[in-house]
């Protein structure tokens, strides 16, 4: 077999050599280990040197320096990070530069060059790093050969195209002063859509081209070195937070055609010290100028018509709102903004807000969130003639004690939500509802006095308040709904004073059963009611709860229940009494008493503990205390009557009549002369403008059977009044106690 081997090779060689012009070349002997791969000839050829790499943008320039002179071209390889190199281009002989482009950003390559002709190739140059920024890098003033059609568009921008208009969504360079283009891809640029330019940290100044005509939303967000915008007058809308935590701006115009300024718009705009609002803006969202810390003052739009009372939420140093007087929703008054007839309170600015503030008398209505997150409030003078506390009106405020006046028929859910320091509160007969989440999370929420005339207690109206012992019921009340009183660790009583109302299942903490599978209402409140009414609350409540009885005429009740007047015990037979026809006041105690404080210069005053307001403040007049006399009168359930043509007026309560005259220091009572003030005279009746009827409060109060005392300290008069004792008999039929026509108050 070995000598068949050698015969074949010896013939090839013998018709190899006997080829016509072919000379073999001389071949030196290669040293043994040597590569046979490698290319034989190769130190014949120079390898390159001085090889440089410079990223720009997502290319990188590489050159070197040609050393050889028989190269027909140059390998170019590459390799990322600790990769392999590879062949990632060849040029031919008398280049020495190439751009290796659309890399990736943040990425770093190294580079090497090496001469090749058709057989050898040289040693590799030396080796060069480039890296690719995170943003690119593009000079916006390279010079373009205008011969040369060269789209460097996708460098900085990407866009779609859409019935013909490009959208772009994404700049992609790295900021600074940025002019945006009017068309893109031959398509005229009519929208910059929604984070378009998010999070761009180095773009400090923009210009809009007028070919856009809306931005979207977040477009600018958290650009915090933007520092000033320069919009078109063709654009008429801006999503919401388009500006958002752009901290640095603080120059833009809006374009006259913008009718909406969205949620959020210029949320967190701190170095923003003016803005003009453009006349045609109708809407102000929610936030739209939230922790803009910078604005002091705001120019409101003529054609303003809906402004939400957040809008300038965290605003700390604005102290006024300005608004034309052509304006048709709405008015200002000391910086304050108000609905047109003043009755409603729509925004309030921050910067106005320091400890106690007033609200002004002419409001009826406080909108809603007007003071949403206002720390900084720790106590409101609300005004005699509210209604209405709108939803979150005082969410999360500094709040630590709340008088609601008795005028209030509705407060909005989550009213005083997390008002934390909000320590007690007094709810007036006026309030039917306390609607959800009213008080929830009133953290130092100790005590809450709630009045006959609630009727229901709305979902999670406590939640959370986790200082919170005890609650008293008013007769009146006919629902606790779901959450009320849970997350109240501290929660261990609720008093009634009446029927049982209906109380959800959920409406406090409760623990399971799950021994028995069934759930029991295993908590740690009880509920307390009259004994007179055992029966029916035992068959209501007796399974599942925990009850207990108690004597309310027996208990002390100051002691037992703060704010609950002997009036709230309407038990079995027993009766009110002394009401007006209309209900106004509270009748006479289960006792036949009854309290009236009034205080010099006030127009509030108290009845059995409850808050009213009369329309004109006793006064003080020789030395005595003057007032109408109906706010006297009335609460005890008197008669009044006004004869005109005599100028006299006429009392009656029970047995007891009294007659006074205009300028007339004499008065009657059952018909026998009495004098009004034996000590002067000069105290008599008399009328003071605009045309008010005023009357001795200590002549009448005596006469009809109270006790009448003066606190010089605190210039206050209280009446008391013992029905019991001066008037045994049963009760009059309501119609005889019916007041007839007043005289001119």
Not at 64 to 91: L, M, P, Q, Y
Not at 706 to 730: F, I, K
């Amino acid at each position: 077999m070995k000598k068949l081997v050698m015969a074949l090779i010896l013939c090839c060689l013998m018709v190899f050599t006997a080829i016509t012009g072919y000379s073999a070349p001389v071949i030196a002997a290669l040293p043994i280990g040597t590569d046979l791969n490698q290319p034989i000839l190769r130190d014949t050829i120079a390898a390159p040197s001085q090889l440089t790499a410079e990223a720009d943008g997502t290319s990188v320039n590489l050159s070197w320096k040609d050393n050889s002179t028989n190269e027909t071209t140059f390998d170019i390889e590459r390799k990322e990070a600790r990769g392999a190199f590879e062949v990632i281009a060849t040029v031919r002989s008398g280049n020495n530069s190439y751009v290796n482009r659309d890399l990736k950003a943040g990425a770093q390559y190294t580079y090497r060059v090496r001469a090749m002709t058709s057989i050898a190739a040289s040693p590799y140059s030396n080796e060069a790093t480039a890296s690719i920024s995170e943003t690119v890098n593009f000079d916006p003033n390279i010079q373009i050969d205008p011969n040369h059609e060269l789209n460097l568009d996708y460098l900085i921008w990407e866009y779609d195209i859409e019935a013909g208009k490009a959208i772009i969504t994404k700049y992609k360079g790295t900021g600074g002063d940025v002019t945006v283009p009017s068309t893109l891809g031959e398509a005229q640029v009519t929208r910059i859509d929604t984070l378009a330019f998010n999070g761009c940290t180095g773009l400090t100044s923009i210009f809009v081209p007028d070919s856009v005509t809306s931005i979207g939303m977040d477009t600018f967000r958290g650009c915090t070195k933007l520092k000033k915008v320069k919009l078109p007058d063709t654009i008429t809308s801006i999503g919401l937070d388009c500006f958002a935590e752009c901290s640095s701006l603080s120059s833009i115009n809006l374009p006259p055609g913008l009718s909406e300024i969205e949620l959020g718009t210029f949320n967190g705009c701190i170095s923003l010290t003016d803005i003009a609002i453009p006349a045609n803006v109708k809407t102000i969202e929610t936030d739209a100028f939230y922790k803009c810390t910078g604005l002091t003052a705001v120019n409101l739009p003529e054609k303003l018509s809906q402004i939400h009372p957040s809008a300038f939420r965290g605003c700390s140093n604005l102290t006024s709102f300005s608004i034309s007087g052509d304006n048709p929703s709405f008015t200002e008054a000391e910086g304050i903004l108000y609905s047109k007839d003043k009755s409603t309170l729509v925004a309030y600015p921050a910067g106005k807000i320091t400890g106690t503030i007033p609200i002004a008398n002419h409001v009826k209505s406080i909108g809603p969130s007007v003071f949403f997150n206002e720390s900084s409030l720790k106590g409101i003078a609300f005004p005699s003639g509210l209604t209405n506390i709108g939803n979150q009106a005082f969410y999360n405020t500094g709040l630590t004690s709340v008088i609601i006046p008795a005028t209030v028929k509705t407060i909005g859910w989550s009213a005083f939500e997390k008002c934390t320091s909000l320590k007690t509160v007094s709810l007036p007969s006026t309030l039917t509802v306390i609607e959800s989440d009213t008080f929830a999370n009133c953290t130092s929420l100790t005590k809450v006095t709630i009045v006959n005339g609630v009727q229901t207690i709305g979902i999670d109206a406590f939640n959370g308040c986790s200082s919170l012992q005890e609650i008293y019921m008013p007769s009146t009340i006919i629902k606790i709904e779901e959450g009320s009183f849970q997350k109240c660790p501290a929660f261990r009583s609720m008093w009634f004073y009446g029927y049982p109302p209906s109380i959800d299942w959920n409406a406090v903490d409760y623990r399971k059963d799950t021994k028995e599978d069934v759930t029991h209402h295993d908590s740690d409140v009880t509920l307390y009611y009259p004994r007179a009414l055992e029966e029916i609350w035992y068959n209501e409540y007796g399974w599942g709860w925990d009850v207990e009885p108690f004597d309310p005429l027996n208990t002390n009740i100051l002691q037992l229940a703060p704010g609950i007047a002997l009036k709230d015990l309407m038990l079995p037979g027993q009766t009110t009494g002394g009401q007006t026809s209309s209900g106004q006041y509270p009748g006479l105690l289960p006792d036949g008493s009854m309290s009236i404080k009034l205080s010099l210069g006030k127009t509030d005053f108290g009845v059995n503990g409850q808050s009213f307001t009369m329309d004109a403040s006793p006064m003080i007049i020789e030395s005595r205390m003057m007032l109408p006399v109906r706010y006297v009168a009335d609460p005890l359930g008197a008669a009044t009557e006004w004869n005109q043509a005599e100028q006299k007026v006429t009392v009656t309560l029970n047995d007891t009549k009294i007659e006074l005259w205009i300028g007339r220091s004499m008065a009657k009572i059952n018909g026998e002369d009495s004098p009004i003030d034996p000590d002067n005279p000069s105290v008599k009746p008399v009328v003071v403008p605009p045309g008010r009827t005023m009357l001795p409060l200590r002549f009448v109060g005596e006469a009809l059977g109270c006790e009448v005392e003066w606190n010089a300290q605190n210039n206050q008069a209280s009446l008391t009044y013992q029905g019991n004792r001066l008037d045994p008999q049963p009760e009059p039929p309501m119609d005889q106690l019916d007041p007839q026509p007043e005289p001119p108050m």
